[in-house]
T-cell receptor, first 114, second 116 residues
């Protein structure tokens, strides 16, 4: 119940295309869902995050879509660019639990072809 | 230096060696974290320090020993490691001492550890 399942494991997209990464969770107590972006040789960096009181959040070319009833959320990268090539991690947390824990997905390696 | 720095960036050690990983945050944050990142596995939280006090020890074997001498520095002391401990070890920090998960964690670049 504590897992976050992320798919696909890897993704290849043409420049200008849409990249879609999906995550699913079981624990209905999760109420904070960040996405992290990690470039080779770097640590993860927060990209965008959402709470379940909204169904969508957009920041530039990055959009999180959230489906509370299905317990799924996804990251959409519009107009994907070669500079977006990185590994993306979804995560989930319970902000009322008093803990610091994120439950992370296993990551998606995105390659955007020029 | 800005952000979160980690040294060394790469470390190769034998199973009988003792070594230490160092993390320094230049952000004035109050909480620091150690994570283990293995290929095709989720990031694993190992330890959390809040205001220099360890507040989380996530069932980590005793061959890993953390130390937080002040709010800017975090160490991970390693001894008698196993080959399966080979991984990228990431340090992170966040502003709030209470560890609100909505408080952004800032990660360092990691130390790539290889245990022979």
């Amino acid at each position: 119940q504590q897992q976050v399942k992320q798919s696909p494991q890897s993704l290849i997209v043409q420049k200008g295309g849409i990249s879609i990464i999906n995550c699913a969770y079981e624990n209905t107590a999760f109420d904070y869902f960040p996405w992290y972006q990690q470039f080779p040789g770097k640590g993860p960096a927060l990209l965008i995050a959402i709470r379940p009181d909204v169904s969508e959040k957009k920041e530039g070319r990055f959009t999180i879509s959230f489906n509370k009833s299905a317990k799924q959320f996804s990251l959409h990268i519009m107009d994907s660019q070669p500079g977006d090539s990185a590994t993306y991690f979804c995560a989930a947390s319970n902000s009322y639990s008093g803990t610091y824990k994120y439950i992370f997905g296993t990551g998606t390696r995105l390659k955007v072809l020029a | 230096e800005t952000g979160v720095t980690q040294t060394p960036r790469h470390l190769v050690m034998g199973m009988t060696n003792k070594k230490s990983l160092k993390c320094e945050q230049h952000l004035g944050h109050n909480a620091m974290y150690w994570y283990k990142q293995s290929a095709k596995k989720p990031l694993e939280l190992m330890f959390v320090y809040s205001l220099e006090e360890r507040v989380e020890n996530n069932s980590v074997p005793s061959r890993f020993s953390p130390e937080c001498p002040n709010s800017s520095h975090l160490f991970l002391h390693l001894h008698t490691l196993q080959p399966e401990d080979s991984a990228l070890y990431l340090c992170a920090s966040s502003q709030e001492p209470a560890g609100d998960p909505t408080d952004t964690q800032y990660f360092g670049p990691g130390t790539r550890l290889t245990v022979l």
